[in-house]
């Protein structure tokens, strides 16, 4: 359904943290946000939009599996290069799901098997959680991040709320606890379709420095270049105030995963912003390197007094 690439990263002397690695560069980054709903997984409270959904369960039950030794604030990438592809140093994801409905929560239940052929019940925490499954709709107006739950038998189970019809990819990132991938960031993919009215494509909006989402303002500054490093930093107010209530969200102030436009190539990064408690802001510091040039779909989620905001952002790189 979609040919890409996946971006590959791993921060130097880090070798369990997701990153996105960067350096300077001139070229000048546009963003465009949007709001974006979370579901009713999440707890405290959610926002809401069509298409925009974020909700979370639990991680299932795991035979064995290990903390990442997370560092607070120092984000970590998913590794793996090549397209977006099913299977992955000899890990495949598989489901018989490959048709879901439209219009109301549904399951979407998959294994991941290791290189003997088994499901694999082993996976080390990776953000609090030990599987991390995405649905984003081709055009990029559809998002959810989900964590699912596994069955003793290595079944997931992930609950996708209300997918508008049309060409979807769901993603499975996580990290084996044992094995020849033991502690090696992979994310597998697969294309499903919702059935029903699909609305065509819609066009990706345009550029622009900041947006309005839930009441509070998100600027971001920066300049990134296709393969080069470069920080970026994230701003949030409300009321023309700074915001300094963020309160830690997966183990970070805040979760950020970008997709590339018409590839679905795909990133993940974390603020490198250390983590003292319910009072994170205004500022989040961020590094990326994103892999090709083009348009990027950034979701941002962040949590204020109990509720999940997400924050859909346009990204170009040159």
């Given at each position: 359904?979609?040919?890409?690439?996946?971006?590959?990263?791993r921060r130097s002397g880090l070798p369990r943290r997701r990153t996105l690695a960067v350096a300077a560069t001139a070229t000048a980054l546009a963003l465009?946000?949007?709001?974006?709903?979370?579901?009713?997984?999440?707890?405290?409270?959610?926002?809401?939009?069509?298409?925009?959904?974020?909700?979370?369960?639990?991680?299932?039950?795991?035979?064995?599996?290990?903390?990442?030794?997370?560092?607070?604030?120092?984000?970590?990438?998913?590794?793996?290069?090549?397209?977006?592809?099913?299977?992955?140093d000899g890990y495949r994801l598989v489901s018989a799901d490959r048709r879901l409905p439209s219009g109301r929560r549904t399951a979407y239940r998959f294994?991941?098997?290791?290189?003997?052929?088994?499901?694999?019940?082993?996976?080390?925490?990776?953000?609090?959680?030990?599987?991390?499954?995405?649905?984003?709709?081709?055009?990029?107006?559809?998002?959810?991040?989900?964590?699912?739950?596994?069955?003793?038998?290595?079944?997931?189970?992930?609950?996708?709320?209300?997918?508008?019809?049309?060409?979807?990819?769901?993603?499975?990132?996580?990290?084996?606890?044992?094995?020849?991938?033991?502690?090696?960031?992979?994310?597998?993919?697969?294309?499903?379709?919702?059935?029903?009215?699909?609305?065509?494509?819609?066009?990706?909006?345009?550029?622009?420095?900041?947006?309005?989402v839930d009441g509070y303002d998100v600027r971001v500054r920066g300049a990134l270049k296709a393969g080069t490093a470069s920080p970026l930093t994230v701003?949030?107010?409300?009321?023309?105030?700074?915001?300094?209530?963020?309160?830690?969200?997966?183990?970070?102030?805040?979760?950020?995963?970008?997709?590339?436009?018409?590839?679905?190539?795909?990133?993940?990064?974390?603020?490198?912003?250390?983590?003292?408690?319910?009072?994170?802001?205004?500022?989040?510091?961020?590094?990326?390197?994103?892999?090709?040039?083009?348009?990027?779909?950034?979701?941002?989620?962040?949590?204020?007094?109990?509720?999940?905001?997400?924050?859909?952002?346009?990204?170009?790189?040159?």
């Amino acid at each position: 359904m979609f040919t890409s690439s996946f971006a590959s990263f791993r921060r130097s002397g880090l070798p369990r943290r997701r990153t996105l690695a960067v350096a300077a560069t001139a070229t000048a980054l546009a963003l465009t946000l949007a709001a974006c709903g979370s579901s009713g997984g999440s707890s405290g409270g959610t926002s809401s939009m069509p298409g925009m959904e974020h909700g979370h369960g639990s991680a299932g039950p795991s035979s064995s599996g290990t903390p990442m030794g997370d560092m607070p604030g120092t984000g970590r990438m998913a590794s793996g290069a090549g397209a977006p592809s099913d299977t992955r140093d000899g890990y495949r994801l598989v489901s018989a799901d490959r048709r879901l409905p439209s219009g109301r929560r549904t399951a979407y239940r998959f294994t991941v098997t290791g290189p003997d052929g088994r499901p694999v019940t082993g996976f080390a925490l990776d953000q609090t959680r030990r599987m991390h499954f995405y649905a984003v709709r081709s055009d990029l107006t559809g998002f959810q991040h989900l964590h699912p739950v596994m069955a003793a038998d290595g079944t997931w189970t992930a609950e996708p709320a209300s997918l508008a019809p049309g060409s979807w990819r769901v993603f499975a990132s996580f990290v084996p606890a044992s094995g020849a991938g033991k502690g090696k960031d992979l994310v597998l993919s697969r294309g499903v379709f919702v059935s029903g009215d699909d609305r065509g494509t819609a066009p990706l909006p345009a550029p622009a420095a900041s947006v309005r989402v839930d009441g509070y303002d998100v600027r971001v500054r920066g300049a990134l270049k296709a393969g080069t490093a470069s920080p970026l930093t994230v701003s949030v107010s409300e009321g023309g105030q700074p915001v300094r209530d963020l309160q830690p969200y997966l183990g970070t102030y805040a979760h950020l995963t970008a997709f590339h436009k018409g590839d679905l190539a795909f990133a993940h990064l974390h603020p490198l912003t250390e983590v003292t408690g319910d009072h994170g802001g205004p500022d989040l510091s961020f590094h990326a390197e994103l892999p090709t040039s083009g348009d990027w779909r950034l979701f941002l989620q962040f949590r204020t007094a109990g509720r999940l905001h997400t924050a859909a952002v346009t990204l170009r790189v040159g």
